[in-house]
């Protein structure tokens, strides 16, 4: 960071010793001998060169032993500052902080050695001694606003939104420039106050039309509310200003996929970055809201022969399967990719899952065995046996393969989580909520556990109010949880509240279209309202998705 100045300096030290040096002549027998002193001048330029040609040469302990040396004979806020960092590359922190401490006795002004002083905090997650050193700065010199700015910024990276707009709030409106709008902006966006951040973005983009972070942020504000429209204009703006990062690509894409415009979402994807990786990440955008012919115009092009990345097989199986409905094309593509990729788990379970769903039960069961086998630091393998036992109605089976499990993993919630459900499909309801409660005990913000007991203290009606607390809690976690929701829901009805039942089964319904108990109490507690015709479509929805659902077609036939 120095650098520039030593060399000024060490360009200037030789004339500097000379010039510096007296001839003394000291009475002694014999021929006369001279003796040369160097004047502190001489000495300090004598170890500026020192210093930098033992930096140079990696010699460490005569870099710091000239370092010493500048600081008894040229002391500086630059030499303290410098000296602290030189400990703090060496791993010395303690020694980094006794030499700012130092200096800030003798400096107490220099915001320098005070934010310098602060970092060394920071970097080890200090937090409070950091924000504590700046404070301790601002009371000696109130007046510095760069200073607030610093102490903002820790706040705003510790997350501490609050005390960050306190801190920039201290900064006089007429030296409220750019940077310290965005930074308010930061801060009120952390707040959830995104009116008042757009706004201060506004401000800054206007002080600073070229401020392109405070574009983005601005940007992905507009995105936060829905307002794709404006969010669009800025990214378009940003691309039109030069910047080209994949980042602002995919953004534009993204919203224009939103905006159900896929066809200019893959033109501007044409007009982006032009890389595999980029070309991935597009066509996840595409693949995850069922855009498939888009999807394919991206990943039909892209090179498979020679040296390709293999992630690239694990897209083209995403697109066989969910846009082709071809799993035999899907597993032959995922078989390529090779277990040293990092891919490699991800693609084997959706081999797995496929060959499930396909029922090839058999050819799953060796290739779970195998990877078990082979991964047995892996406790998911397990998970997907179970899994398998399920899909051939062998539930005694399922639960054996995670009680064995158990016994490597005593602590894992994922096992934990599936032996609850599989003893409550077995109607051992009390045995899978007592799994569910030692889930809790362990994590008491597992929202799936939390939502379990939840629901069956609900449906049981008995302890409502600490079946609201979890499901609250639970929902906390997962707000647009459908399942959660549907507990909401039953929790009301049980509570007979059921005009706010129906308000949040129908939030229900809009998330879990699938689910035949959540249809059933669709239909529950419409027929408690008397809205009959609402009732029979909760009900045929749910006989719709399990047939054999014979509580829902005695209440249809009842209305």
Not at 53 to 58: H, Y
Not at 199 to 228: G, H, N, T
Not at 431 to 445: C, H, S, V
Request: glycine residues 4%; hydrophobic residues 40%; charged residues 30%.
């Amino acid at each position: 960071m120095h650098k520039p100045l030593f060399a000024a300096l060490g360009a200037l030290a030789l004339a500097a010793i000379m010039a510096g040096c007296a001839a003394q002549s000291t009475p002694a027998p014999g021929p006369e001998r001279t003796v040369w002193q160097m004047t502190p001048t001489a000495a300090s330029s004598y170890y500026y060169l020192a210093l930098e040609d033992a930096r140079r040469g990696g010699r460490d302990d005569e870099a710091l032993t000239a370092m010493e040396q500048l600081l008894e004979l040229a002391p500086s806020p630059l030499i303290y500052i410098e000296a602290a960092n030189y400990y703090w590359r060496l791993g010395r922190m303690d020694k980094a902080r006794t030499t700012l401490k130092r200096g800030e006795e003798l400096y107490p002004t220099s915001r320098d050695m005070a934010v310098t002083l602060a970092n060394t905090y920071y970097s080890e997650k200090r937090h409070e001694d950091a924000i504590t050193t700046i404070k301790t700065y601002l009371q000696r010199v109130p007046d510095d606003t760069t200073a607030y700015i610093d102490l903002a910024l820790i706040y705003l990276d510790d997350k501490h939104h609050a005390e960050a707009l306190d801190a920039l709030e201290q900064i006089p409106e007429d030296k409220r420039d750019a940077p310290v709008l965005y930074y308010w902006a930061k801060a009120s966006s952390g707040l959830g106050l995104n009116r008042q951040a757009i706004a201060k973005l506004k401000q800054a983009v206007e002080m600073d039309p070229e401020f392109i972070e405070a574009w983005a942020e601005l940007a992905y504000l507009y995105e936060v509310d829905k307002d794709y429209l404006a969010a669009e204009g800025i990214y378009t703006r940003l691309v039109e200003m030069g910047e080209n990062a994949s980042e602002i690509w995919l953004r534009l894409i993204n919203l224009n996929i939103k905006l159900n415009n896929p066809d200019k979402a893959l033109s501007l994807y044409r007009q982006g970055p032009r890389d595999i990786d980029f070309a991935l990440e597009a066509a996840t955008l595409f693949l995850d809201e069922k855009f498939y012919d888009q999807a394919r115009a991206i990943l039909s092009p892209l090179p498979t022969d020679g040296d390709v990345p293999p992630k690239i097989w694990f897209y083209l199986a995403v697109l066989a399967y969910e846009g082709d409905q071809n799993s035999e094309t899907a597993l032959e593509y995922l078989s390529k990719i090779p277990a040293a990729n990092q891919h490699y788990h991800r693609a084997v379970r959706f081999r797995i899952h496929l060959l499930m769903d396909n029922g090839r039960f058999a050819e799953a069961q060796e290739l779970i065995l195998h990877q078990q086998k082979a991964n047995p630091d892996q406790s998911e393998y397990w998970l997907l046996e179970s899994s398998l036992a399920q899909r051939q109605k062998d539930l005694p089976g399922a639960r054996t393969v995670l009680e064995r499990a158990l016994v490597r993993w005593p602590k894992d919630t994922d096992l934990l989580y599936s032996l609850g459900i599989v003893l409550d499909k077995m109607d051992l309801r009390d045995e899978g909520l007592a799994t569910m409660e030692r889930i809790i005990t362990m994590d008491p913000e597992h929202a799936d556990a939390l939502n379990y007991v939840g629901y069956v203290l609900a449906d049981e009606s008995r302890d409502l109010e600490r079946a609201m607390v979890l499901i609250s809690r639970a929902l906390e976690r997962e707000p647009d949880s459908g399942y959660i929701i549907d507990s909401l829901a039953w929790l009301y009805f049980r509570r007979g509240e059921s005009a706010r039942a129906w308000e949040e089964i129908r939030r229900a319904v809009e998330r879990v279209a699938d689910d035949p108990i959540v249809w059933e109490h669709y239909g529950d507690i419409a027929a408690a309202l008397g809205k009959t015709a609402k009732a029979k479509e909760g009900y045929r929805n749910s006989l719709e998705l399990n047939p054999d659902n014979k509580s829902a077609r005695a209440k249809l036939e009842k209305l």
